[in-house]
């Protein structure tokens, strides 16, 4: 019978992620977003492989402070350690608490906001007052009360951005499963009589890929930004692991004089959290045109 | 001079790099006072063609033309000066959705009045009192709280009226009118069309009215431009497009008009109806804020009502928006929870199963929806939707229930090659038929069609609607048609359910309600049909709802048998009519 | 409309509440309490004594009572950090730099986001339109402290046009100023050139242009008025970006405000002036909240007028 089924044009079948794909390739500024993240991810993994040196010990203590050079080509801090290691050690601490907070996000946001959309009612209600009440707590002032409190630490870190870091992907998720829950394709299959279960993973997941990667990836700078911050204020990740944020903050005591020692982790962390921000708004802009702008 | 004169018109758009022709080679004109039709299915450049007469067109779009001239002047020439003169007293549109065509924010007073101060030099309060003159003569009778309104305070009837009034503020020589009706309740849409035409016989204006609907060209012109596909296909008096037309596309468009009637056989021998509402209601409770006090209340979408579906047979519901007939549909289908009453199917209430208990039922009765774009996942393939129900239902292996899909692809007209697509590389017709294949992949007795061909085109709607019938003859299906449009009423089922505001006012087998209708809401629906002959044009009344009220039939008990009551109920007024009525002694 | 008003303020009062519990209860769930045995190294009977005296040997909920009730008489104890004062007299000290920094920031930030949004949804695709989409997404993702470290760099130390850091004279003001101004100014411009594009979109904007109306009166008066709605929503992240801002603000530029003297509180673990300032900001939230919230029922007729007939 195979032979009977006429070849299909297979290069007109377009599936739906087909033309996000699309879209995505024709935002220059996404693209080019994304391929420093990757870039940037590769240099975290293979960091011992690229980086010439400890980033943590203290080899150079003559040449403290050195200014950048053909073997220091980002200079040398004022503890006699080698800079590029340890601005290329930082985007580890950057990187992993990105993703790993952006996942507990997920975690913590898809089944609320799959609860909330798909029940509504009470449930929806008593989740949405949650979310007001994480709405009207600045996030960076509560982390940093929580950072001190737990005196800081990798764990606590992650811990507060995913806390603040889950109402996105929440409301994200909430929306997409709340008009979809509408549609008359889900009539459809209930009407068929499907079990609500049989809707949620055949229908409802599959439809809200799109917002479930969309809160993902821009989870993924915020988080990054409030490690950065709480770490520049001291409460971050205690020395001597090399993040940016602390570096930036022993940065501005010697940036009249080494101007090295500011630059570096400054752009490092601005080139990080930009080309993440770019490459999670481009995603979004492909794969839900609705959500433009927002 | 013509009023109008569009020739070798032409209009591209740009995307993605290269450009795509909406409208090719249009000519046409339009002399004072005259009135032409353009008609056409969507994406027939027809609104294009005259969005380009007065440059409103987007700036992707690139226009050209040999002549392309309003009221005398050079359209493609204009200055903002020019522009701003042609648009609104050369040519005033009226567009299709009354809701979306007025600013949110301002008060339909002010919109009409700033219209009126930017072509003149007048005071604000000279032009409130005009706008509220124009309302008058567009028959809104509380003109004066109307100015006061914002939009979201008006009904769509009340709002189409109100832009009728705003086009007509700056006496246009041109009336431009895109599809005024479409997005209105049938009985609505008549009004609108007969006010139409009086207000273009009173300020003497020509207009052209664009439209999908034959009907609205047989009642509202003189000439007709028939388009398709960008180009103009025909033109004419539209007495000679309706009587001799000549192109193939019109005769298509003709023959949606005047399909032709077969009653389904039926089934003699069936005992029970295979789907039988009794007292079926829904209410819902309403919670209404005044102040800080909530008011409990409850609103009666459908009341008690009852529909029999026979074997075989296909009923239609019909009513406006409002009328509770998709809610009576929903809860036939246990989708939306009755209130009260009971579903039986086959003779067996349904209305109290639990879930697994419903199962073997939901094989047996189907629904398709009105929105196939909604209707259909868009994450899956066809075959995968197809082959849905099999899936849910674990019926066969995975290789046969593609296969069974495919056939169905197949029976509802699709090429097997369209097996892998996805819905949004379907048109809304195709997309239908793919929702009808996996309505009826697993042979149920009850299928419940919701407004299935209402988003569709004349000529698409047409092979919906036979795709339907020949479907119902081969399965021996019984359809529950749901609907707002008495013309498909007439050419699919064998009888009608008419409801109105919740309750069923009027029953009968289809042809004694078209011949004898009994209940003046019915009557209201028939005469707002419009003409499928420009002949046939003529005045009509309107009821508001007081006088449908009001004008209840009465019967007394010998002529119906029924006990005499001072409320209205439904009493038999012969074999299988039954009307809502009150009953005297 | 009263009532709307009414019932959004309740409902906010009760969102202020729960955080004030919630955020009451973390500042006692710290080990060891404020007199932590390691920190201050106290005999038995001093520590008791001083429980007493701060209340703190009662239960959590007459002393969370008590303080709200002090709060309620702007009584929110005294500073660890500095005992010669009120906390009350600290922050009216402490505020005045950050108002006029953070207040200028906005009032120049703001607009210039506004003009520059709306100049680019009407070029959209131009040069104009780029930039403020750079504008825009640079402002939103890079930290206050990048931005202020950039501007220290290039103006003070490289340009030495301007003073990197420090308070009274006012030429020092004109950095800070400008780390303020940038959140306004990207936020308003992201969403104000989204909020333009969607209005010129709807259906009513082609049908003002075939009424004949000057393409002026379109963009400023109906353009602009519908845009203004979804604007309002906007008006509480900004206020959050700014208020976070000020603690990098302050601290890159060594401003002594509000957000210093939060950083200083964690630092010293100044409890009192913590809740104090957290209190303070989340009521500023709640009140922006609230604010956007009237703002908007204003603007938008279904609200403020009310359903239809």
Request: hydrophobic share 50%; net charge positive; with cysteine.
């Amino acid at each position: 019978m195979t032979n009977l089924t006429a070849p299909a044009p297979i290069a007109r079948i377009r599936s739906p992620l087909w033309f996000a794909w699309r879209r995505f390739l024709s935002n220059k500024a996404a693209v080019v977003g994304g391929a420093t993240l990757a870039v940037l991810i590769l240099m975290a993994i293979f960091a011992p492989i690229i980086t010439p040196y400890n980033p943590e010990a203290q080899s150079f203590l003559t040449e403290a402070l050195a200014f950048p050079s053909a073997q220091h080509w980002f200079g040398v801090d004022n503890l006699g350690r080698d800079f590029y290691s340890r601005i290329v050690y930082g985007s580890r601490v950057s990187l992993t608490i990105g993703f790993t907070a952006a996942l507990f996000s997920l975690l913590v946001g898809i089944p609320l906001g799959a609860l909330a959309g798909y029940f509504g009612g009470r449930t929806d209600w008593v989740i949405m007052r949650i979310i007001e009440i994480f709405s009207v707590v600045p996030p960076l002032l509560a982390a940093l009360l929580l950072g001190a409190i737990t005196r800081g630490g990798y764990g606590t870190i992650v811990f507060i951005a995913a806390l603040f870091g889950w109402v996105q992907v929440c409301l994200l998720v909430r929306a997409q499963v709340k008009s979809f829950r509408e549609k008359e394709f889900v009539r459809a299959a209930q009407a068929l009589g499907a079990s609500p279960w049989y809707i949620i993973r055949r229908h409802l997941i599959p439809n809200s890929i799109s917002p479930i990667i969309i809160g993902f990836v821009l989870a993924i700078p915020l988080a990054m930004m409030l490690e950065a911050s709480l770490s520049f204020l001291g409460v971050g990740v205690p020395p001597p692991t090399p993040t940016w944020g602390q570096m930036i903050n022993e940065g501005i005591d010697f940036m009249f004089f080494y101007w090295h020692l500011a630059v570096f982790p400054t752009a490092a962390l601005a080139i990080t959290v930009l080309a993440t921000s770019l490459f999670g708004d481009g995603l979004r802009d492909a794969l839900d045109p609705t959500l433009k702008g927002r | 001079m013509p009023l109008v004169e569009i020739e070798g018109l032409r209009v591209s758009f740009r995307q993605y790099g290269g450009t795509v022709d909406a409208v090719r080679h249009v000519s046409f004109s339009v002399n004072e006072g005259e009135s032409v039709g353009i008609v056409g299915e969507s994406g027939s450049g027809k609104s294009v063609s005259c969005a380009a007469l007065l440059r409103l067109l987007p700036a992707t779009a690139e226009v050209a033309a040999t002549k392309l001239r309003l009221d005398g002047v050079d359209v493609l020439k204009a200055n903002k000066e020019d522009l701003a003169r042609l648009r609104g007293r050369s040519a005033a549109m009226i567009f299709q959705d009354p809701m979306t065509a007025f600013d949110p924010v301002f008060t339909i007073g002010h919109q009409i009045a700033e219209t009126i101060e930017a072509h003149r030099k007048i005071g604000k309060r000279e032009a409130l009192a005009e706008a509220e003159q124009l309302l008058l003569r567009v028959e809104i009778k509380n003109a004066a709280d109307v100015l006061g309104y914002y939009p979201h305070q008006l009904s769509g009837g009340m709002l189409q009226r109100a832009m009728i009034a705003m086009a007509l503020s700056c006496r246009p020589k041109i009336l431009i009118a895109d599809e005024p009706t479409t997005a209105l309740d049938v009985t609505i849409q008549a009004q609108i069309l007969q006010l139409i035409k009086k207000v273009q016989a009173e300020f003497g204006m020509a207009l052209i009215m664009i439209t999908h609907d034959l009907g609205v060209i047989a009642e509202t012109v003189d000439r007709v431009v028939v388009m398709y596909g960008g180009e103009i296909m025909e033109e004419g008096p539209v007495t000679d497009i309706f009587e001799a037309p000549k192109h193939t596309y019109t005769k298509a468009l003709l023959a949606s008009l005047h399909s032709r009637f077969e009653p389904s056989k039926g089934d003699p021998d069936a005992v029970a109806p295979a789907l039988e509402l009794r007292g079926l209601a829904k209410s819902y409770h309403t919670r209404r804020r005044s102040g800080f006090r909530v008011i409990q209340g409850e609103f009666q979408a459908v009341q008690a009502v009852d529909v029999v579906l026979p074997r075989n047979r296909i009923v239609a519901i019909v009513g406006e928006s409002g009328s509770g007939k998709t809610t009576t549909g929903l809860m036939a289908m246990r989708l939306t929870e009755p209130s009260k009453g009971q579903i039986l199917v086959d003779g067996t209430d349904i209305s109290a199963l639990d879930a697994a208990a419903l199962i073997p039922f939901r094989k047996r009765m189907q629904i398709v929806f009105q929105d196939s774009y909604s209707a259909l996942d868009p994450m899956m393939t066809l075959t995968q939707i197809i082959a849905e129900p099999l899936h849910i239902h674990g019926m066969g292996t995975q290789r046969e229930q593609r296969e069974k899909a495919l056939k169905w692809l197949e029976r509802v007209g699709l090429n097997r090659s369209f097996a892998g697509r996805y819905p949004h590389e379907l048109s809304g017709g195709q997309r239908q038929r793919v929702a009808i294949a996996r309505a009826l992949i697993l042979e149920p007795t009850v299928l419940v069609a919701d407004e299935p061909t209402s988003a569709l085109d004349v000529t698409v709607k047409a092979q919906i609607i036979n795709l339907l019938k020949d479907l119902q003859a081969e399965l021996g299906l019984s359809i529950l048609f749901i609907s707002h449009d008495l013309s498909t009423v007439k050419s699919l089922t064998d009888s009608v359910v008419v409801m109105y505001r919740g309750r069923v006012v009027e029953e009968a087998p289809t042809e004694r309600l078209f011949a004898d209708p009994r209940h003046p809401y019915t009557r209201a629906l028939l005469d707002a049909i419009p003409a499928t002959n420009p002949r046939e044009k003529r005045l009509r009344t309107f009821l508001s709802s007081e006088e449908i009220g009001a004008r209840t039939p009465r019967y007394t008990v010998i002529q119906t048998g029924s006990a005499p009551s001072a409320h209205p109920q439904l009493v038999t007024v012969a074999p299988g009519h039954r009307v809502e009525a009150i009953v005297t002694t | 409309m009263l009532a709307h008003i009414l019932r959004r303020i309740l409902s906010v009062a009760f969102t202020f509440i729960v955080v004030s519990i919630i955020i009451f209860l973390m500042m006692h769930s710290v080990p060891g309490g404020p007199f932590d045995a390691n920190d201050m190294p106290v005999s038995e009977a001093v520590r008791a004594r001083m429980m007493a005296q701060w209340g703190l040997d009662q239960p959590l909920h007459v002393q969370y009572l008590n303080y709200m009730w002090g709060v309620l008489h702007l009584d929110f104890g005294v500073p660890f950090q500095s005992p010669g004062e009120t906390v009350v007299q600290l922050i009216s000290r402490a505020w005045v730099p950050s108002l006029i920094l953070g207040g200028s920031g906005v009032l120049i930030g703001a607009p210039l986001g506004i003009l520059l949004g709306m100049a680019a949804a009407l070029n959209r695709n131009s040069w104009i339109d780029y930039v403020a989409s750079t504008v825009a997404t640079l402002g939103l993702t890079i930290p206050v402290f990048v931005t202020s470290m950039l501007l220290i760099l290039i103006f003070a130390v490289w340009l030495n046009w301007l003073p990197a850091s420090g308070w009274p004279q006012p030429n020092r003001w004109i950095l800070p100023i400008a780390c303020y101004a940038a959140i306004p100014l990207a936020t308003y411009a992201r969403y104000t050139r989204s909020a333009v594009l969607d209005t010129l979109n709807r259906p009513f904007v082609t049908v003002l242009r075939a009424k004949g109306l000057s393409e002026r009166r379109i963009i400023f008066q109906h353009v602009m008025r519908n845009s203004a709605i979804p604007l309002v929503t906007v008006f509480l992240p900004m206020f959050i970006g700014t208020a976070t801002g000020s603690i990098f603000v302050e601290a890159m530029f060594r401003v002594p405000g509000l957000g210093a003297y939060f950083v200083s509180s964690i630092e010293v673990r100044d409890y009192t002036l913590q809740m104090a300032l957290m209190l303070l900001i989340t009521f500023m939230y709640c009140l922006a909240y609230l604010l956007s919230d009237i703002a908007y029922a204003l603007l938008n007729p279904r609200i403020r007028v009310g359903g239809a007939e």
